[in-house]
Every structure is written in C-alpha cells, then in structure tokens.
C-alpha cells in the first residue's frame, strides 16, 4: 500500500491515467461529465499547475473555438449559395425539355442552353465548395473582416440607443422639475387671492 501511495508518474503518464479514467466514468454513467471552471482551476491547482498556464490554455482553447465557428458559419454561408443556382437551373431545363417534347421533338437543341448554363453552375459550385486552399482562406479573411465590421456597427448603434435614451431621461427629469414647485406657486397665489376677500369680511362685521 505505501509503495503504491508512493508511485509517481510523469506528465504523459498522468495524462493518459486521467484520460482513460475519464473515458471509463463516461462509459459508466452513459455520456461524457462536464465541470466546472472553479473546480477545473482546483484540479490544476492540485497538480501543481500554475493558474496563469491554465489560463493561457482555456484563452487559447476559446480562441480555437471562435476560429472553428467562424469557419463553419463561412463554410455554411458559401454552400448555402447553391441551392438557389441549382433551382432554377433544374426548373429551366426540365421547361426547356418539356417544350423540345412539346412540339414535337426533331434536334435536341435544348442541350446547347442546358451545357452552356451548365458549366456556369458547376463552376460555382467547384468555387463555393471547397473547404480548403488558398482561395477559401483569402474568402475566410474576408469573411472575417466582415463580422468584426458588423459587430463594430451592431455595438456603435447600441451605443447610440443609449446615448438617446440617457438623453431623454435627462431631459424628461429637467421637465418635470418645475411641476414640483408648482403647488407652491398655486399656494402663494391662492393665499393671495384669499387675503382681499377676509379684509372685506372683517370691514362688515366691524361695521
């Protein structure tokens, strides 16, 4: 018991203890376990891994995912530029077909409109397609530059809104400032108003 106790392993030793340990307690229990940041940062803490390592690794990591969403949403947005080519060019030529059919057969002259408008869309697709090589990475580039403009201008109208809004409550507030001091206008008048009226009541009952 006290020589396994101990057992000291190196990095890539307790690495692939604790990967097939996690493995084994998924299997276990059905589905992968998820946890926490604190307890991920007490974990590390007990390894003797220093906190801004694990830091720099979790920045990274976030970082990895941003990349990776942006490449599918760019992947996505490409190829989603098919379909629409694609629909119409089917529609069209199953009219052109049924037309040639129509009247009567003879040359298929259908064939020349459908090639011609056919090596256009399969070079769109070749172009849209791919998920690699340089052409794809300049678009992702673009593609890029392109969120972070309109994240720019999604958060420069969000902070408009609320420099109208701020505004609007400032002026609203100086508004309604006077209408607090306006029962004491409405008093003073009253009062004054009220004064001549008891000087003549007390004429007539002196005299």
């Given at each position: 018991?006290?020589?396994?106790?101990?057992?000291?392993?190196?990095?890539?030793?307790a690495?692939?203890?604790?990967?097939?340990?996690a493995?084994?307690?998924?299997?276990a229990v059905?589905?992968?376990t998820?946890?926490?940041?604190?307890?991920?940062?007490?974990?590390?803490?007990?390894?003797?891994?220093?906190?801004?390592?694990?830091?720099?690794?979790?920045?990274?990591?976030?970082?990895?995912?941003?990349?990776?969403?942006?490449?599918?949403?760019?992947?996505?947005?490409?190829?989603?530029?098919?379909?629409?080519?694609?629909v119409?060019y089917?529609?069209?030529?199953?009219?052109?077909?049924?037309?040639w059919?129509?009247?009567?057969?003879?040359?298929?002259?259908?064939?020349?409109?459908?090639?011609?408008?056919?090596?256009?869309?399969?070079?769109?697709?070749?172009?849209?397609y791919?998920?690699?090589g340089a052409?794809?990475?300049a678009?992702?580039?673009?593609?890029?530059?392109?969120?972070?403009?309109?994240?720019?201008?999604?958060?420069?109208?969000?902070?408009?809104?609320?420099?109208?809004?701020?505004?609007?409550?400032?002026?609203?507030?100086?508004?309604?400032?006077p209408?607090?001091?306006?029962?004491?206008k409405?008093?003073?008048?009253w009062?004054?108003?009220?004064?001549?009226?008891?000087?003549?009541l007390?004429?007539?009952?002196k005299g």
């Open positions: 018991m006290n020589v396994m106790a101990q057992e000291r392993f190196d990095t890539s030793e690495e692939a203890v604790l990967m097939e340990a493995r084994r307690q998924a299997r059905g589905s992968a998820s946890v926490s940041r604190d307890r991920l940062e007490a974990m590390a803490a007990e390894l003797d891994i220093p906190p801004e390592t694990l830091h720099e690794v979790l920045a990274e990591r976030e970082a990895g995912a941003s990349e990776a969403a942006l490449r599918a949403a760019f992947i996505a947005e490409r190829r989603g530029t098919i379909l629409p080519h694609l119409p089917l529609s069209i030529c199953a009219m052109l077909f049924f037309i059919l129509a009247s009567g057969g003879g040359s298929p002259w259908f064939i020349f409109p459908v090639m011609g408008w056919g090596i256009g869309m399969a070079s769109h697709v070749a172009a849209v791919p998920a690699s052409a794809f990475e678009g992702l580039e673009e593609y890029k530059k392109k969120v972070e403009r309109r994240e720019r201008d999604r958060a420069r109208r969000t902070a408009k809104r609320a420099e109208k809004v701020s505004a609007k409550e400032q002026k609203s507030g100086t508004v309604t400032l209408e607090e001091n306006s029962p004491q409405s008093t003073s008048s009062g004054a108003s009220e004064e001549p009226q008891t000087q003549v007390r004429a007539g009952r």
